[in-house]
Nanobody, 120 residues
Framework: QVRLVESGGGLVQPGGSLRLSCAASGNIFSIYAMGWYRQAPGKQRELVATLNSGNSTNYADSVKGRFTISRDNAKNTVYLQMNSLKPEDTAVYYC??????????????WGQGTQVTVSS
């Protein structure tokens, strides 16, 4: 069984910062890409940032220059540093990971989501 557990969400004022973490655990053989997505009320889930095993990153235009994705391979953890937060960043943030388990079965896994609210 593979699990992704997110943490770090909360309420922050506009212009503030938050750091999200997502730890993968369980029967993991290897992890390819890891990333963050978000879903605001009434909207579709959208990509925020991804980071592959070769350390290539991809960001949504709306967060470029404000958000930074990173990972600690030894801890199977991906982070999202969010600076200069705006009210439009308010959403549930989901972690996603492309994982091969110990049975050599590859699949995409999702975390349970963490709420980020940007408001004064």
């Amino acid at each position: 069984q593979v699990r992704l557990v997110e943490s770090g969400g909360g309420l922050v004022q506009p212009g503030g910062s938050l750091r999200l973490s997502c730890a993968a655990s369980g029967n993991i053989f290897s992890i390819y890409a890891m990333g963050w997505y978000r879903q605001a009320p009434g909207k579709q889930r959208e990509l925020v940032a991804t980071l592959n095993s070769g350390n290539s990153t991809n960001y949504a235009d709306s967060v470029k220059g404000r958000f930074t994705i990173s990972r600690d391979n030894a801890k199977n953890t991906v982070y999202l540093q969010m600076n200069s937060l705006k009210p439009e960043d308010t959403a549930v943030y989901y972690c996603n990971a492309d994982i091969v388990n110990t049975y050599r079965w590859r699949a995409a896994y999702w975390g349970q989501g963490t709420q980020v609210t940007v408001s004064s």
